[in-house]
């Protein structure tokens, strides 16, 4: 496709980006045209749409032509967010498809913290990529008060065995 060569040769793509662009059926190729219009990806942001959507199809077979033709991933493009807004949303709608297990494993996890009720002076995080088994619970405290009333909370949280759900999540990875 004409119009590929020219945005590849305006956004300085690499030849074996552009040639495993190219590589795809022209059907794939248009849809990743459509896409890349919208967003306008760069070198490092295409090569991840590349990689991902091959990954996709291959594990879940179907098309690259059908992959980006999800509402999932279409919904972001129609809206009225910026740019990097929708590069950011696509991107993350990708990802959930991609890595299907860890997004449920994410939202899990939002849900149980949300669930825990700590109030928002208590930050709950976790290892990166869930690589590990420690969670990491902070407060932030203005005065003696607030602090003893988050440690009270916490403290009735895991008496409660609330908590322990998070570290049961984090065991299924």
Same mark, same amino acid.
């Given at each position: $496709?004409?119009?590929?060569?020219?945005?590849?040769?305006?956004? %300085?793509l690499?030849?074996s980006?552009?040639?495993r662009? *190219?590589?795809?059926?022209?059907?794939?190729?248009?849809?990743?045209?459509?896409?890349?219009?919208?967003?306008?990806?760069?070198?490092?942001? *295409?090569r991840?749409?590349l &990689?991902?959507c =091959? =990954?996709?199809?291959l #594990? &879940?077979?179907?098309?690259?032509?059908?992959?980006?033709?999800?509402p999932?991933?279409?919904?972001?493009?129609?809206?009225?967010?910026?740019?990097n807004?929708?590069?950011?949303a696509?991107?993350?709608a990708? %990802?959930?498809? %991609?890595y299907? %297990?860890?997004?449920?494993?994410?939202?899990?996890?939002?849900?149980a913290?949300k669930? *825990?009720?700590?109030?928002?002076?208590?930050?709950?995080?976790?290892p990166?990529?869930?690589?590990?088994?420690?969670?990491?619970i902070e407060?932030?405290?203005?005065?003696?008060?607030?602090?003893s009333?988050?440690?009270?909370?916490?403290?009735? #949280?895991? &008496?409660?065995? $609330?908590?322990?759900? *998070?570290?049961?999540?984090? &065991?299924?990875?």
């Open positions: $496709m004409e119009k590929i060569s020219t945005y590849a040769q305006q956004k %300085r690499s030849q980006t552009l040639e662009w *190219l590589a795809w059926p022209e059907a794939d190729q248009a849809a990743l045209w459509e896409l890349v219009q919208e967003i306008q990806l760069g070198e490092n942001h *295409l991840d749409f &990689d991902w =091959e =990954e996709i199809v #594990r &879940d077979g179907g098309t690259i032509m059908d992959l980006l033709s999800h999932f991933l279409r919904q972001p493009l129609s809206s009225k967010l910026g740019r807004d929708k590069l950011k696509v991107k993350d990708l %990802r959930k498809l %991609r299907p %297990r860890l997004s449920r494993l994410e939202e899990d996890l939002r849900t913290v669930a *825990l009720d700590l109030g928002r002076r208590v930050q709950i995080s976790f990166p990529s869930f690589e590990g088994e420690d969670i990491t407060i932030k405290a203005r005065n003696v008060k607030e602090l009333d988050s440690l009270a909370r916490l403290g009735q #949280r895991v &008496d409660d065995e $609330m908590i322990q759900r *998070l570290f049961e999540l984090l &065991d299924q990875v």
